[in-house]
């Protein structure tokens, strides 16, 4: 079976702090997304990438940059966390770009204070 | 752009029905259309993925048909169960791999 994790399940920072979430898929997959979901608005992708140190913006990527060193790994990077980034973050993966199905993982419940 | 709309936003029936849910888009340039499920505070569970080229799928209870012309995919749920209370979505995966997102249809199953 596919698996995605994510670093943390909850999550609390401070307005300003740098907040790194991390991502890790165990099946090879190329593609990587990071989605954010709030209530009223439904997923929205944040960023994307198709291979190692490939990053594509997706449709809000105003105040958070993304990292992909290794295949299996993505982290998302609010460089300085504002309260509007309270959210659930949602990793997912995928074989390749065309015919293939998203896995999620578990989503990371950021709270900025 | 891409545009996916799911109604209602909620839905409750009692244990034990036949319901559908409905999920519509506006560009029928797709590559597959993918239905999940989110039960809460947690991440998205995949139930049915549909090619483009094909008509539906089927898994377990489970039954989503794609009519890609109308822009239309339904979800079938047979014989509901308590269980199966969770929120559903659908999804469009478009050319540039891309997944468009509906709102999801709440539903809550009646013991």
């Known amino acids: 079976d596919v698996k995605v994790t994510q670093s943390s399940r909850y999550l609390v920072k401070r307005t300003g702090e740098k907040v790194f979430l991390e991502c890790v898929q165990d099946?090879?997959?190329?593609?990587m997304f990071w989605y954010r979901q709030d209530p009223g608005l439904g997923l929205r992708l944040i960023y994307f990438s198709y291979d190692v140190k490939m990053k594509e913006k997706g449709d809000i990527p105003e105040g958070y940059s993304v990292s992909r060193e290794k295949k299996e790994r993505f982290s998302l990077i609010l460089e300085s966390a504002s309260t509007n980034q309270t959210s659930m973050y949602l990793c997912?993966?995928?074989?390749?770009?065309?015919?293939?199905?998203?896995?999620f993982g578990p989503g990371t419940r950021l709270t900025v204070t | 752009k891409q545009e996916v709309t799911q109604i209602p936003a909620a839905l409750s029936v009692p244990e034990g029905e036949n319901l559908v849910l409905n999920c519509s888009f506006t560009?029928?340039?797709?590559?597959?259309l993918q239905w999940f499920r989110q039960d809460p505070g947690k991440g998205l569970t995949s139930l049915l993925l549909?090619?483009?080229?094909?008509r539906e799928q089927t898994s377990g209870r489970l039954n989503a048909s794609l009519d890609k012309s109308s822009g239309r995919s339904t979800l079938y749920i047979a014989a509901s169960q308590p269980g199966d209370s969770a929120t559903y979505l659908c999804?469009?995966?478009?050319?540039?791999?891309?997944?468009?997102f509906g709102k999801g249809i709440t539903l809550s199953v009646r013991p």
């Open positions: 997912a993966s995928s074989f390749w770009a065309g015919l293939d199905e998203q896995y």
């Open positions: 099946m090879d997959h190329e593609n």
């Open positions: 560009d029928s340039a797709i590559y597959n």
């Open positions: 549909i090619q483009s080229s094909q």
């Open positions: 999804a469009v995966k478009g050319w540039e791999s891309k997944l468009t």
